[in-house]
């Protein structure tokens, strides 16, 4: 990568949050704190769905590795915004901005596709129940959390080399607190049709789809739920999916307006505030999500409590 002068571009600097100033050092304890949140309870939920038998469903084969996928996805973002933080020139590599960009895109798509497998499930549970145990067997579970990630591989892969490949001249400020592929995408010189291109294919493919998977599935379960007699029956169906329906709309809800408003309308603090939202503090709520709304979690953690205490 070479500036317009023929000398090579060597880092990358993250504007972040540089306009705060007097405001960083309470934004700093802030993130860190949501950022043990969110690790101390994505593992609770580890630990528990390892542990307790109860839990051994697809349900919560499925919970297990979104918490991984939180816990690798915040990591690859908010050590890095945290150091940015505390010093007054956050500068990266071009190998560390590939690293980010890479695991940034890989567990995104990954919770994507993971999302919609355990909306799948739950249409399999309340849709389909007579055949449920032959629909989510081990195999269909493992080969479905394995094609989350595979996805992820392929989309973080394609995007970062797509976009490194790219000549970079000129200004390397990206205004982020993170690699993200929009920001670094606009410092590219030269035809950007064809990463523009990749771009708009993957986001259909592997975000687009499996929301449309997700839709799909809720409005099968929406129509299963009408058609129960029983008020009561209605309710259970309907807190079995109350939780993981909650998450969706807050993923997809910020990550759809970080990515998809029109530009004319974007500022680039509006953007990091959003991008703020879903990258740090969605994965700090999802474990409250499942847990204080979700009996069986409760249980087994009471379960535990109890037998080490």
């Excluded at 560390?96 to 497998?117: D, K, N, R, S, V």
């Excluded at 490949?165 to 030269?190: E, Y």
Aim: aromatic share 12%; net charge neutral.
């Amino acid at each position: 990568m070479d500036d317009d002068n023929g000398t090579s571009v060597n880092e990358f600097i993250l504007l972040g949050f540089s306009d705060l100033r007097g405001y960083k050092l309470p934004l700093f304890w802030g993130v860190l704190f949501v950022y043990l949140v969110t690790l101390c309870g994505n593992s609770l939920i580890i630990t528990l769905t390892l542990l307790d038998s109860a839990l051994n469903t697809p349900m919560y084969f499925f919970l297990r590795h979104l918490s991984v996928i939180e816990i690798l996805y915040t990591t690859t973002i908010v050590p890095r915004m945290l150091r940015d933080l505390l010093f007054s020139h956050p500068v990266i590599s071009p190998v560390g901005c590939f690293t980010q960009m890479y695991f940034f895109a890989l567990f995104g798509i990954a919770e994507c596709c993971l999302l919609a497998a355990m909306a799948y499930d739950r249409f399999a549970a309340i849709c389909r129940p007579l055949h449920y145990a032959t629909l989510m067997n081990r195999q269909v579970c493992v080969g479905m959390v394995g094609a989350s990630y595979l996805m992820g591989i392929t989309t973080g892969t394609t995007h970062s080399i797509f976009i490194f490949t790219l000549p970079f001249r000129g200004t390397n400020i990206v205004h982020h607190f993170l690699c993200d592929i929009l920001p670094v995408l606009r410092l590219a010189r030269g035809d950007t049709f064809w990463a523009e291109v990749e771009n708009l294919v993957l986001t259909l493919l592997f975000i687009i789809a499996p929301f449309a998977l997700i839709v799909f599935s809720y409005v099968r379960i929406l129509i299963t739920i009408l058609g129960l007699a029983s008020a009561q029956g209605c309710q259970k169906v309907f807190s079995t999916c109350s939780s993981h329906l909650l998450v969706v709309l807050l993923f997809y809800g910020t990550a759809s307006i970080a990515y998809m408003r029109p530009g004319a309308n974007t500022t680039q603090d509006m953007d990091q505030i959003i991008s703020l939202f879903y990258t740090v503090v969605t994965p700090m709520l999802n474990p409250f999500i499942y847990t204080l709304r979700n009996k069986e979690v409760m249980g087994a953690l009471r379960r535990k409590l109890t037998k080490h205490l």
